[in-house]
């Protein structure tokens, strides 16, 4: 086994100039291929985008409204109307006088640009340029240029905020605001046609049914009061039938008479400002009372020529008062009951005619309310709308502006060197192996004796001359000096490479 592997290296060997030519070659055409590849330079930009803001929730803008506004402007940079926009304004655009190169230009444009989220709110531009027609320094400027008109369409964008699709929208409501308000007036025109000829059904524009229904509430709301009353003037007379209307005269003023008539004169002030039975005061005195009338009861004696008793006086004044109250109550409550049943003659006499009035009161209604919410939408549409073009979707800040890159980052072209220079050097050991492998003599004499099949005697060694030596080792010298010139043109390359990205700007 190691013979055949000594065998194989001294067949290589022999064969090294074959390789080191078929390295060479390789390694020249790979390296020209290398360096027609163009270099492609790349700038990118972060945006930060503010979403909360108080004015636009106020008007009704929330956050999820302007999130999903960002989105639409974030995925409409690579759209072909905005990349357009993005080729006429930059070099991208010279020598394009067809819409096939235009289309071209837009494709590969759309795969050059990047558009990331690092948050909800954080985008990350790139964009790369890699045209050969560019040099390297006009590449860079182009991918800088790239991303700041990108990010001028996206301000843009962002300020207009869809304000051509509110517009739109404004224009809608305004035409159908404008069709509503016409069937509001003809409406409004049939109604006062029909109240102008039956002016009995006509009542501020109520159906005849609302008016029976506001008539019975009113009604019922007059019971309860005209109740209320009824009771007041029966707790004032029962108050009047236990008070005597004279005070005695002489001592009997200052005793318990005279404290009793003061303390129901207390009573009857006090109900009269309004003061509930439950009351303390009133409680009190009512007690007190109760206790005076024992002790004038006691006292006994009649009182002849007594005083008016100012207590009984005050109640009839208030009972007048409670009583008028009533009478007016009746009076409103038979007014209503009238209401009422001319109204439910009018059904009954031409019940055509009130239902005509229902369906006129009825429509003006329906087109009244339709036209009041289309005119209140119209009215938060356009505020939102000038919140928006006052102050954009959402406020934008542009955190890393792109900036001129200095150095290209694609292709690799040192990596891409080196992996010339491993394969021109492999391609050279092979196409030696193969040659070895290819002639007819052989190497070693084990290798002819299992060729033939025979056994070798012996072999005799090669007798050099010193001629022949000198030969020989003039070749070797030849053959490194060649290859290291393959290394050199290797080394010279990167370092003109790395020269070039130095003088890219």
């Not at 636009?56 to 974030?74: C, E, F, L, M, P």
């Not at 007190?288 to 009338?293: G, N």
């Not at 990596?415 to 391609?427: D, E, S």
């Not at 050099?464 to 030596?469: G, L, N, R, Y």
Request: charged share 20%; proline share 3%; with cysteine.
């Amino acid at each position: 086994m190691l013979e055949d592997i000594k065998a194989t290296l001294h067949g290589v060997w022999q064969k090294r100039w074959l390789g080191l030519c078929v390295a060479w070659g390789v390694c020249v055409l790979g390296w020209l291929g290398v360096s027609l590849v163009p270099n492609g330079y790349e700038s990118r930009a972060r945006i930060f985008v503010q979403l909360y803001d108080p004015l636009a929730t106020q008007v009704g803008i929330n956050d999820n409204d302007r999130k999903a506004a960002v989105d639409r402007v974030r995925d409409s940079l690579t759209g072909t109307l905005h990349l357009e926009q993005v080729i006429r304004s930059t070099r991208l655009g010279e020598g394009i006088t067809s819409r096939k190169q235009m289309d071209a230009t837009v494709a590969g444009l759309a795969k050059a640009i990047q558009i990331s989220s690092e948050q909800d709110n954080l985008f990350t531009i790139s964009a790369k340029s890699s045209a050969m027609r560019f040099t390297d320094g006009e590449n860079a400027r182009l991918s800088r240029d790239i991303v700041q008109k990108l990010i001028d369409i996206f301000r843009e964008e962002n300020l207009n905020g869809g304000l051509g699709e509110m517009k739109q929208t404004l224009q809608f409501l305004d035409q159908q605001l404008a069709n509503r308000q016409g069937e509001l007036q003809a409406a409004e025109q049939r109604r006062l046609a029909f109240e102008s000829q039956h002016p009995e059904l006509a009542q501020g524009g109520m159906s005849l049914i609302q008016r029976m229904e506001q008539g019975r509430a009113t009604l019922r709301e007059l019971d309860a009061d005209l109740a209320a009353a009824q009771s007041s003037v029966a707790a004032i007379n029962a108050q009047m039938a236990s008070m005597p209307q004279t005070l005695g005269a002489g001592g009997a003023v200052g005793g318990a008479r005279g404290q009793l008539a003061q303390a129901q004169s207390d009573l009857a002030q006090m109900r009269a400002r309004g003061l509930t039975e439950n009351h303390p005061d009133v409680i009190a005195a009512r007690n007190q009372i109760a206790a005076l009338r024992q002790q004038a009861k006691s006292e006994g004696g009649a009182v002849v020529g007594g005083a008016p008793n100012p207590a009984y006086t005050s109640l009839e004044s208030i009972r007048a008062e409670r009583v008028a109250n009533v009478q007016a109550l009746q009076a409103r409550r038979a007014a209503a009951e009238g209401d009422i049943a001319r109204i439910s003659s009018q059904q009954i006499s031409n019940p055509e005619l009130i239902q005509e009035a229902q369906n006129i009161s009825r429509d003006y209604d329906v087109l009244k309310t339709q036209y009041d919410k289309m005119l209140t939408d119209r009215e938060n549409l356009r505020l939102k709308g000038q919140v928006v073009s006052a102050r954009g979707t959402a406020r934008m800040e542009v955190l890393d502006p792109p900036v001129l890159p200095r150095a290209p980052v694609a292709p690799n072209r040192p990596l891409l060197l080196l992996v010339v220079l491993v394969a021109g050097i492999g391609a050279g050991i092979g196409a030696a192996f193969l040659a070895s492998e290819l002639q007819s003599s052989f190497s070693t004499s084990a290798k002819l004796e299992r060729a033939v099949g025979l056994p070798v005697l012996g072999a005799i060694s090669q007798v050099v001359s010193p001629v022949a030596m000198a030969e020989r080792a003039r070749k070797m010298r030849q053959f490194f000096a060649a290859s290291a010139a393959l290394g050199g043109v290797f080394a010279l390359l990167l370092v003109m490479e790395f020269i070039q990205r130095g003088t890219v700007a």
